[in-house]
């Protein structure tokens, strides 16, 4: 970890401003860390995917003249990011962590690239995922799983498992990272970082590539609640290029932080205990609620009764999506191409070679569940459960300013453990699926540890108001980690 | 037109009665392309106009262009169509390589527009009637696939993905037409008026206007339809009329022969004339509709549809009714001189100055139309004005030249492209109106021609064309005819 230099955007940005190092040292350090942590020896954490030196030295270069010429830094003037594999950087391979698309370089940057880059970000490279953020172990990687820096043997939960493991062995300051189910809150827990959802709207996907679209969000994995709201502040706003990313003012999260109204009302969900929840799980986050509530919020009980509902829901909405948007990776215009004598038999071992074995269980599924004479029994049935779910939660926030569950059931596991229990794994999505169906935000933050395993608070909030998730956030980790 | 198959006698075919309704894709002519801001310009270097949006690259995203919205509600509205306020984009999926994502962004359940029609005239001894238009919607195209013309076409195909995005939409009618001919009717007054409106450029051959035909029999007695049968590949007016034809005589003949008709697809091979079988593997299609997740519903609200509304332009139908009943212009010439809009437009202004609409449509469906053909040139592209026509009618209706001497002088204008004024100024070629000046002439007739003057005195009154023939010659036909013949009575009865 970084004795020398700060360890916060806003220290970071401060340090910069007043010459106390430079952009490039700094980027310098980051790549000595990423050499380290990937070093076999270690053993290597297998995080990292390709690394875009080149382009972050220019960009602290350009940091570092703004701060020796006095001028005000941008907002996130030297931060030291990593980018999960699934969002396109132009010139840079984008490999979604798939042998499908194992040489192929992104022409285009995405929108939140663009938007990091203008802020003063120093994009270090591109971290690993579950293939086609399909997974929540990072095992699904064509290029090997990711260890978890808290246990070497055990997951860093995925999707974004890449992202949370840079974050939490200090090889990045912050990752950006994608959550279609869970993808970003699941991996922050289990690697006791900050993960944030933002609502559906608020981050332009263009340039993400897709997994499940209307599920879809990109959000930023930090070590601090306050780097989450700094990341949400430049992320946040509408994009001409993506037609769901909404026109709805941006307000200045990382200066509301500290804001937090007296009497704010939590709401627990009832229907999140007991099921497959870990006892040691449920007793730190009963633990962390007892704090809360003595920090002078008010806590209530709320019930989602379709809660139980949603992962099937998911799981078809999803797939559905999937089957469509993973279409393109024909072999025709870039990625993998098998050789073959027919087109029928191009098409056919190309996507057999190219896509792993858990991309081909959720194309067939969601092949399936669109298929004429099955859409009605599936798809539609989901439609409709996805929408009783979303008035679940509107009752809910009828009742509380915020809802608060584990962000997961259990702790991180150990590498191999589940590989062949899918359905186990999908159950395991319990308590994030639900923000990702209605669009809500949500954050997952280190609320202690479970057998010596970081465990995850996960909050939710109404459409658009990331500003109380964040608050919240920042509350509970002032009472968890009062400062030094 | 010869039937590929026959033998059918005219009582049998009397017997069946053939049902048709039409598909038609319309690809409009917006500047840039549906979901991206890529140009449409047709003929273009391959793939020089594409993006990672219609390029189908990973995370790109479809945005809507609003100006392709308004061309279909402008079809939608034109054809009495509902327009749809909230409508659904949704993912039409199948594999093809010049379908880069994978699916087409189409509309299924929910489209822009229904219920809507437009009146053919008589044809085929079928009375002039409403069709109706089951549903306008609007998608995407494909690209192109390329298949032959390169070195190493036998191993491999090509694909070009300017056209990937390039919006259309797809027009379909109700099974209400009821002959080849009426088919031929309605899709030529489909494209009439989707010109009038500028939406398309409608042009077969390019491919900005395609027709697939849905085509089944029934014996006149019977109230059920007949197995459907889907032609496509009919890419011209004439093959579609070929087509249907060949495929009504090819269903009556199966039926007559004890056969049985199945829903199917068949292709239309121009070369023999005939519509064979698509293999069963490129019918069975599921689609897997749902609807687009990257796309919000398409909201066209009141104030929207009133301002489309607004900015339809006068409808071909509607002219043809205004030059008639306030123009007194034949129903016919009515019909063909809003052949095109650039057609009408040339005439509404050369009338309007003219102020004599009749004898300008005339000028312009006979002298015009004529040397615009025998020059391959199109309406758009006259290159007299429409004012020089409107001034040889304004001359010609003031007497100053004769009808003859108005085709000599058009000549002129045409080839000099000089203003008809000016050539008959320049020329003195007026016409002499003047009695006393007339009389100079004829005395030289008179005296050079004594024997048919005298003849004429002695009752052979059929020399009184003679004489006048003489008088114009004379004149160089510069002679008012009328006012010579008057001379020539005055002087020799
Ligand atoms: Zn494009």
């Known amino acids: 970890m970084s004795d020398t230099y700060p360890a916060t955007i806003a220290a970071i940005r401060a340090g910069l401003a007043q010459?106390?190092?430079?952009?490039?040292?700094?980027?310098?350090?980051?790549?000595?860390?990423?050499?380290?942590?990937?070093?076999?020896?270690?053993?290597?954490?297998?995080?990292?995917?390709?690394?875009?030196?080149e382009r972050a030295e220019v960009q602290a270069d350009r940091v570092d003249a703004l701060a020796r010429q006095g001028q005000p830094l941008p907002p996130l003037a030297g931060l030291p990011l990593a980018v999960k594999d699934v969002i396109s950087m132009r010139g840079v391979r984008t490999t979604c962590g798939s042998r499908m698309l194992e040489h192929y370089i992104a022409p285009y940057d995405a929108t939140v690239i663009e938007k990091l880059e203008t802020a003063g970000a120093l994009l270090l490279g591109k971290v690993n995922c579950d293939e086609f953020a399909m997974g929540s172990s990072t095992e699904n990687s064509a290029f090997g799983p990711t260890r978890n820096p808290r246990d070497p043997s055990r997951v860093p939960g995925g999707s974004s498992g890449g992202s949370a493991a840079v974050?939490?062995?200090?090889?990045?300051?912050?990752?950006?990272?994608?959550?279609?189910?869970?993808?970003?809150?699941?991996?922050?827990?289990?690697?006791?970082?900050?993960?944030?959802?933002?609502?559906?709207?608020?981050v332009s996907r263009y340039g993400l590539v897709a997994f499940g679209s209307s599920l879809d969000h990109i959000g930023p994995l930090t070590r601090s609640v306050d780097d989450a709201a700094r990341l949400l502040g430049v992320l946040a706003g509408p994009d001409p290029r993506d037609a769901t990313c909404a026109d709805v003012p941006v307000p200045d999260y990382a200066a509301q932080l500290a804001a937090l109204p007296a009497g704010f009302r939590i709401g627990v969900v009832k229907e999140a205990w007991g099921g497959g929840l870990d006892s040691q799980v449920e007793a730190t986050v009963r633990r962390a609620l007892d704090r809360l509530a003595?920090?002078?919020?008010?806590?209530?009980?709320?019930?989602?009764?379709?809660?139980?509902?949603?992962?099937?829901?998911?799981?078809?909405?999803?797939?559905a999506e999937a089957s469509a948007n993973l279409a393109r990776f024909d072999g025709v215009r870039y990625g993998l191409r098998a050789e073959a004598e027919s087109l029928g038999e191009m098409y056919r071992k190309t996507r057999e070679a190219g896509f792993g074995a858990e991309v081909k269980r959720r194309i067939l599924l969601g092949t399936y569940v669109l298929s004429s004479g099955y859409y009605d029994a599936y798809y539609r049935k989901?439609?409709?459960?996805?929408?009783?779910?979303?008035?679940?939660?509107?009752?809910?926030?009828?009742?509380?300013?915020?809802?608060?569950?584990?962000?997961?059931?259990?702790?991180?596991?150990?590498?191999?453990?589940?590989?062949?229990?899918?359905?186990?794994?999908?159950?395991?999505?319990?308590?994030?699926?639900?923000?990702?169906?209605?669009?809500?935000?949500?954050?997952?933050?280190?609320?202690?540890?479970?057998?010596?395993?970081?465990?995850?608070?996960?909050?939710?909030?109404?459409?658009?108001?990331?500003?109380?998730?964040?608050?919240?956030?920042?509350?509970?980790?002032?009472?968890?980690?009062?400062?030094? | 037109m010869a039937s590929a198959v026959s033998g059918l006698d005219a009582a049998t075919r009397a017997g069946y009665e053939p049902v048709i309704g039409l598909e038609v894709h319309v690809q409009l002519n917006t500047r840039s392309k549906a979901f991206c801001g890529c140009s449409t310009t047709f003929g273009a270097p391959p793939n020089s106009q594409t993006c990672p949006v219609c390029l189908g690259l990973p995370g790109a995203m479809p945005v809507l262009n609003r100006e392709a919205v308004v061309k279909a509600a402008r079809t939608a509205l034109a054809l009495g169509c509902q327009l749809r306020e909230r409508s659904i984009f949704a993912r039409k999926n199948y594999f093809y390589p010049d379908l880069p994502k994978g699916y087409q962004i189409s509309q299924y359940d929910r489209p822009l527009a229904e219920?809507?029609?437009?009146?053919?005239?008589?044809?085929?001894?079928?009375?002039?009637?409403?069709?109706?238009?089951?549903?306008?919607?609007?998608?995407?195209?494909?690209?192109?696939?390329?298949?032959?013309?390169?070195?190493?076409?036998?191993?491999?195909?090509?694909?070009?993905?300017?056209?990937?995005?390039?919006?259309?939409?797809?027009?379909?009618?109700?099974?209400?037409?009821?002959?080849?001919?009426?088919?031929?009717?309605?899709?030529?007054?489909?494209?009439?008026?989707?010109?009038?409106?500028?939406?398309?450029?409608?042009?077969?051959?390019?491919?900005?206007?395609?027709?697939?035909?849905?085509?089944?029999?029934?014996?006149?007695?019977?109230?059920k339809f007949g197995a459907k049968i889907e032609i496509k590949n009919l890419n011209s007016f004439r093959y579609l009329q070929q087509a249907l034809e060949y495929e009504i005589e090819r269903q009556i003949e199966t039926l007559e022969n004890g056969g049985r008709l199945r829903q199917e697809t068949r292709l239309y091979d121009a070369a023999s004339g005939r519509t064979h079988p698509m293999r069963s593997k490129e019918q069975a299609h599921d689609y897997r509709y749902f609807p687009e997740p990257d796309l919000p519903p398409l909201i066209v609200d009141a104030a929207w549809r009133e301002e489309v509304a607004a900015s339809l332009p006068e409808l071909p139908a509607a002219r043809q009714r205004r030059w008639q009943s306030a123009w007194g212009l034949t129903a016919y010439d009515a019909e063909v001189l809003t052949g095109t809009p650039a057609q009408a437009e040339y005439f509404e202004a050369a009338a309007k100055a003219s102020e004599n609409p009749k004898v300008t449509a005339n000028w312009i469906m006979g002298e015009l139309s004529a040397r615009l053909n025998a020059q391959g040139l199109d309406w758009n592209r006259v290159p007299m004005p429409p004012g020089h026509?409107?001034?040889?009618?304004?001359?010609?209706?003031?007497?100053?030249?004769?009808?003859?001497?108005?085709?000599?002088?058009?000549?002129?204008?045409?080839?000099?492209?000089?203003?008809?004024?000016?050539?008959?100024?320049?020329?003195?070629?007026?016409?002499?109106?003047?009695?006393?000046?007339?009389?100079?002439?004829?005395?030289?007739?008179?005296?050079?021609?004594?024997?048919?003057?005298?003849?004429?005195?002695?009752?052979?009154?059929?020399?009184?064309a003679f004489l006048v023939g003489q008088v114009m010659k004379a004149s160089r036909g510069q002679a008012n005819p009328e006012l010579a013949q008057a001379r020539i009575k005055a002087r020799l009865d």
């Open chain 2, 389 to 464: 026509v409107a001034e040889l009618v304004r001359i010609l209706d003031a007497g100053t030249i004769s009808g003859k001497m108005a085709k000599e002088v058009f000549e002129q204008a045409w080839k000099t492209g000089r203003s008809p004024r000016q050539i008959v100024e320049e020329s003195g070629a007026r016409q002499i109106t003047d009695p006393a000046a007339i009389d100079a002439i004829l005395d030289g007739v008179l005296a050079a021609h004594p024997t048919q003057v005298e003849q004429y005195k002695k009752g052979k009154v059929a020399l009184l």
């Open chain 1, 294 to 319: 003595g920090a002078g919020c008010d806590i209530v009980e709320v019930s989602l009764p379709h809660l139980h509902a949603s992962i099937a829901t998911y799981y078809i909405v999803a797939t």
């Open chain 1, 19 to 53: 010459g106390e190092f430079t952009a490039r040292a700094l980027a310098g350090h980051y790549y000595e860390r990423i050499a380290a942590t990937e070093a076999p020896a270690a053993p290597a954490a297998n995080a990292w995917l390709t690394l875009c030196r």
């Open chain 2, 115 to 223: 219920e809507g029609g437009l009146e053919i005239p008589a044809a085929a001894g079928n009375p002039a009637r409403r069709i109706g238009i089951t549903r306008i919607h609007l998608e995407e195209d494909a690209g192109k696939s390329l298949h032959e013309g390169f070195a190493d076409s036998e191993r491999f195909s090509y694909v070009d993905l300017n056209r990937s995005g390039v919006p259309l939409i797809e027009i379909v009618s109700e099974p209400d037409l009821r002959a080849p001919a009426e088919a031929h009717a309605y899709l030529s007054r489909l494209k009439q008026i989707l010109l009038f409106l500028d939406v398309s450029d409608c042009n077969m051959e390019e491919g900005s206007l395609r027709c697939d035909a849905n085509v089944s029999v029934r014996r006149r007695d019977d109230p």
């Open chain 1, 382 to 484: 989901a439609q409709l459960a996805r929408a009783l779910l979303a008035r679940d939660l509107d009752r809910a926030f009828a009742q509380a300013d915020l809802l608060v569950t584990p962000t997961t059931p259990g702790t991180a596991f150990k590498i191999g453990e589940r590989i062949s229990n899918p359905l186990e794994m999908y159950l395991a999505d319990i308590y994030t699926v639900p923000a990702d169906l209605a669009g809500i935000p949500a954050i997952s933050v280190p609320c202690g540890e479970a057998a010596g395993l970081p465990v995850g608070l996960q909050f939710m909030g109404r459409h658009f108001d990331e500003t109380r998730v964040l608050q919240a956030a920042r509350l509970w980790e002032s009472l968890h980690t009062p400062p030094a």
């Open chain 1, 167 to 202: 974050v939490a062995n200090g090889s990045a300051l912050a990752a950006l990272g994608s959550d279609t189910g869970g993808s970003i809150r699941q991996p922050a827990a289990f690697c006791g970082v900050v993960g944030l959802l933002p609502t559906y709207g608020r």
